[in-house]
């Protein structure tokens, strides 16, 4: 790269001026930037009559860049679905001199090098500090031919396509087996598998610990949508007003009274032993011999038995919905026999470890583009650095 010419971005960007004419009726994009390269997204629409100030207009592959966040790779490629969407003043957008390949500048903003420099081209005090569109423009970057420039992208998005192709190869794996696992519990031609309510299976425990407001507390949580059980935040006691708090076991099982219908349900697994919860979280503890944990979490963790919860929910807001213990215990359940449930079991401990080997893959293969951006680029930025004062 170092045969590369030195290009100031002033000569290669052209900044785009484009005011917003709004029509009251007519609904708009909004446009928003996500750190770390992450792309350029919409943040929603809003209709024409709503939007109070001037705006300006963006156009599908320009280089668009939030002010405050450049600084934070806020900075990418206007999406061909964001044409004529709209912004504030402080996110310029530019278009591209006819040398510079758009797709390439794409891939270039990512680059570790690339937020170094949009850095450099910032100023203010803590919390105001934005890019300077002059300094931004006259920072330096290394600038290969039209044509090496296309190569190195066709290069790229090649190795893109091969991380997307293993991140979908892992996923479709362990969909798979988790289908393979829940075809033993919901399967309507299991042998030996019985409806059984809840109330024979789990038993409900009060809350056990009395709040002492000069104690730190480490709760627990319940991700919805299936994501099981959680470490949440710590607090005093002085920072809430419960007086009592339940504790939580490895192996109990656990749900926000009210985000249940929304698959917010789980055993709590053994980093989340000696937890707490408010009385918002019924805690139950679950009769080995007649279920085992796993049984129950992968039940309550698969979305065709969310509606079923939501149903049996009660309260007149969609969105304030709880499901009472006491409703929850008369729920029923398909419960296999035991010999059955030991091998799901099994099953169910290697999808885990299957995951935990994945997990491993999934960093490895996430860390391809960065550090190969990193390494293509690495000189991609010039030595010209405007001091702040």
């Given at each position: ?243 009592r708090l339940s504790t939580v076991k490895t192996g109990d099982f656990i749900y926000p009274k009210l985000m249940a219908w929304e698959g917010a349900l789980g055993v709590v697994p053994e980093a989340c032993d000696g937890m707490v919860v408010s009385p918002e979280f019924p805690v139950f503890t679950i009769d080995t011999d007649a279920v085992l944990p796993e049984i129950i979490d992968i039940y309550f963790r698969t979305p065709s ?85």
């Open positions: 790269m170092s045969r590369w010419p030195m290009v100031s971005l002033g000569e290669l960007l052209r900044r785009s001026n484009e005011t917003a004419i709004l029509d009251f009726d007519t609904e708009y994009h909004e446009v928003t930037i996500r750190l770390w390269g992450k792309g350029v997204i919409s943040r929603g629409k809003v209709k024409g009559n709503d939007v109070g100030t001037s705006r300006q207009v963006v156009r599908a592959n320009q280089l668009i860049l939030s002010k405050i966040d450049a600084r934070n790779g806020a900075i990418g490629i206007v999406p061909p679905e964001l044409d004529g969407a709209i912004v504030s003043n402080d996110f310029p957008s530019f278009e591209f001199a006819e040398k510079l390949d758009s797709s390439f500048m794409g891939w270039l903003v990512r680059s570790t090098p690339f937020v170094e420099l949009c850095k450099a081209a910032s100023e203010g005090t803590t919390n105001r500090v934005r890019i300077k569109e002059d300094r931004f423009l006259t920072q330096q970057i290394q600038l290969p031919s039209l044509e090496k420039q296309q190569t190195i992208v066709a290069r790229l998005d090649q190795l893109a396509d091969k991380v997307r192709q293993v991140n979908e190869h892992l996923d479709a794996t362990e969909t798979d087996a988790e289908a393979l696992i829940r075809n033993y519990i919901f399967s309507p031609s299991g042998k030996g598998i019985t409806k059984r309510k809840m109330s024979e299976l789990v038993s409900l425990r009060q809350p056990d610990v009395a709040v002492d407001q000069l104690e730190n507390y480490q709760f627990a949580g319940v991700y919805s949508f299936g994501r099981g059980v959680f470490a949440s935040v710590n607090k005093a006691g002085s920072e809430f007003a419960y007086p038995v969310w509606p079923e919860l939501a149903g049996i929910s009660g309260g007149t807001n969609v969105r304030r919905r709880r499901l009472q213990p006491s409703v929850f215990l008369n729920y029923e359940m398909p419960v296999p026999p035991m010999s059955t449930q030991l091998k799901i079991r099994e099953m169910h401990q290697r999808v885990q470890q299957l995951k935990t080997s994945h997990k491993a893959i999934r960093e490895a293969n996430q860390a391809l583009i960065p550090a190969t951006l990193e390494r293509l680029f690495s000189n991609a930025t010039g030595e010209h650095k405007t001091k702040c004062n």
